[in-house]
């Protein structure tokens, strides 16, 4: 197929395109149809090098696209749903739930999970299952003597597939370090690699139903499925009673927005998560935080609230006798005497 007949091609399929149910695409999804078919274009065996997005080429396609997402714009039918990173209350509200808390199979499971999660800025569920007793070691920061934990081994992944021209990644290379917390992730994945099943190579393993605390296994010599580990954001949620059910790709987004808020550069950010280009963290850290939209609405309603600063006054009824007068400017006098009085007004009433 030549360029011109794609270009044909994608042009009707993005204005027929309907989903099981005959609804419209929402403006990621029909985003996410052009960039998958590029990719699989240009990827091998096929290797034909196409560039959809910026190609004169594909001027008509991308025309049709671009008007079938303002066309979902005007008539509110653009469903995009972005995955929301985790409140601040939320994630306080999380360290010290019984959730995430290292003391059974299920909190150690889960602590170290959110955790590697969390510092290594993962994938909904990208090589989660991939993952093994081997895949981290402890390290001391010879600058400071804390101890912390990294990766061992580079992985496949969206952004970075490997192959001749991928660009190098440094994934890998993010720290958990160890803090003082009794939730704290370096110590409770310590914790979790002595409480596996010595028979199962997998770093996530099913918790023992029955166990002791002071059992040297804790897990059962099974993996947890991709399933399992794809919801463990939303069992986490409902379990530690947050305010929304959070899924997994919200921990990556949270690591990402929190970044961003401290003030790391996106080059910083995207050395740990992966990204090849800055626009693609916007996504991530543009969408204002629940907090900052109550403040944004609490300096309109206040400047429509306020109260305006009052003019000091003082009647007097034309009885009033001087020795009076005299012995109210005494009293004004003693009350404003540290302060700068630019203008008082005193009316009479006559």
Request: charged share 25%.
């Amino acid at each position: 197929m030549e360029e011109s007949d794609l270009d044909a091609a994608l042009r009707k399929f993005y204005a027929e395109a309907r989903s099981k149910d005959g609804e419209n695409y929402s403006r990621s999804a029909l985003l996410g149809f052009r960039y998958a078919i590029e990719r699989f274009l240009n990827g091998p065996p096929l290797n034909r090098g196409f560039k959809i997005c910026k190609n004169p080429v594909f001027f008509l396609s991308n025309q049709m696209l671009d008007a079938k997402i303002k066309q979902l714009k005007r008539e509110g039918n653009d469903t995009t749903t972005h995955k929301p990173a985790l409140e601040k209350q939320d994630l306080l509200k999380l360290k010290s739930s019984q959730a995430i808390f290292p003391s059974s199979p299920h909190g150690l499971l889960r602590n170290v999970w959110f955790h590697t999660t969390l510092y290594w800025c993962r994938r909904g569920r990208e090589g989660q299952r991939s993952l093994t007793k081997s895949s981290f070691t402890f390290e001391t920061d010879p600058n400071n003597s804390r101890r912390f934990v990294t990766m061992t081994h580079d992985e496949a992944s969206k952004n970075h597939p490997g192959g001749v021209v991928d660009i190098r990644s440094y994934e890998k290379l993010a720290r958990m370090y160890e803090t003082p917390s009794i939730t704290d992730g370096y110590t409770a994945l310590k914790t979790y690699l002595s409480k596996l099943n010595p028979s199962c190579d997998a770093l996530y393993q099913y918790p023992k139903r029955n166990w002791q605390p002071n059992d040297h296994v804790w897990f059962e010599n099974r993996p947890l499925g991709v399933n399992k580990l794809a919801n463990m954001m939303k069992d986490i949620s409902r379990e530690a009673n947050l305010s929304r059910t959070y899924t997994n790709h919200s921990v990556r987004s949270t690591a990402i927005t929190l970044w961003a808020e401290a003030g790391l550069t996106d080059r910083q950010i995207m050395a740990i998560s992966g990204h090849r280009n800055e626009s693609s963290l916007r996504s991530y850290h543009s969408r204002p935080s629940s907090n900052s939209l109550q403040q944004c609405s609490d300096v309109l309603s206040s400047a429509l609230t306020e109260k305006q600063p009052q003019t000091v006054t003082q009647s007097f009824n034309s009885s009033t006798n001087s020795s009076q007068s005299s012995h109210f400017r005494s009293e004004i006098g003693s009350i404003f005497s540290t302060c700068k009085i630019d203008k008082v007004e005193i009316h009479y009433n006559r």
